[in-house]
């Protein structure tokens, strides 16, 4: 049987909210539904506002607009991230300033951070990868020292901290996903995470396609008009049923998620003692949401040999992000492959192993005895 990188988490209890959202005959959105969710996530994790979205690229854009970015303003991201980080600011007029990793943990290198600001740096978007928390108490120093804000892109983030604080939580504004891909879904989904509430109003503004028609529901005005270029950021009442049920099963999820990322580890943790291939490092502060398990392996061409061999003993086995500075998009902005070279070469000896609810311990053991029997 080949073993799957990934399967959908489904919590066995959607389809009874989404019977609700039939029998109420109420589908767009901003309905009970979303509010329960957003409820939910606000309480959960203490953030004084949170606006679901279509997307996690929703939410960075919306954080964009918040940001009032345009022309002139430039935006440090790390360029192994999915496009949609540079996307969401680009497409405000804004520049995105590709900056490297540290390959220890494929996070954003807050050393390079620093050297990459200018006059006309505004924002800086960390990318928790695999749900391990970027170096937030650097990054926070370099972006207070320059007045600069930053946005979690916290797409794989929920239920990771960063010391005591959730991530998602450790910046005015944050993104979280709810992709099928990430630990809780609803298929397509998103929250803006509002830390900072003084940008509540306007959010909710952009959020509700411009208007203040959220203010027509509160009974603070009698009719609603255009204020703002917002778009249409928010799901359905099908989708944000959907995610309510998947949330009330977080607990559950994340403890079978961490019973596999254990399971590797048990197996895997000593071969990369052998130094076979490296585990990413999480420091002690970091409590993880084992959103994913990845080798760092010691060459490109190892890395390219091993998941060959994976793939031919039937397991979906993927490389990491391909950098955005040397994407065709990367090279239009003027960037070359040779001006992140340690994303350049880090990329791709990164291995992705199949990580999902599905995946038995003797899945696992037979992904680690392929690892094995490739290295002989
Ligand atoms: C998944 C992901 C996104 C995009 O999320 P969507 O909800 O699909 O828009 C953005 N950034 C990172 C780091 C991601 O992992």
Known sequence: MPIKFNIPFVA???LGYLH???DS??????GSFTKRVQAWLEQRYGVPKVLLTHSCT???????????LGPGDEVIIPSYTFSTTASAFMRTGARPVFCEIDPATMNLDWRDVERRI????????????GGISADMKELSEVAAVHGITIVEDAAQGIEAKYGESWLGTLSPLAAISFHETKNIHCGLGGALLLNDA???????????RGTDRSKLFKGLVDKYSWVELGSSFYPTELQAAFLMAQLEAIDENTTIRRRIYEGYDRRLKPMAASGWFALPHIAANRT?????YFL????IAQSDALRKHLVDSEIQAFIGYVPLHSSRMGQQLGYTAEDLPLTEEYSQRVLRLPFHHKLSDGDVSRIADAIAEFFG
Request: hydrophobic share 40%; glycine share 8%.
């Open 12 to 14: 066995g209890t959607e």
């Open 118 to 129: 200018t006059s006309r740096t505004r924002a800086i978007v960390p990318v928790h990868y």
């Open 58 to 68: 929703g939410a960075l854009e919306m954080a964009a607009l918040l940001l009032d």
């Open 20 to 22: 609700e959202v039939v």
């Open 198 to 208: 003084s940008y509540a109003d306007r959010a909710e503004n952009i959020w509700e």
């Open 288 to 292: 993880i949401n084992y959103h994913s």
């Open 296 to 299: 760092v392996c010691n060459s």
């Open 25 to 30: 005959g109420f589908f767009n959105g901003n």
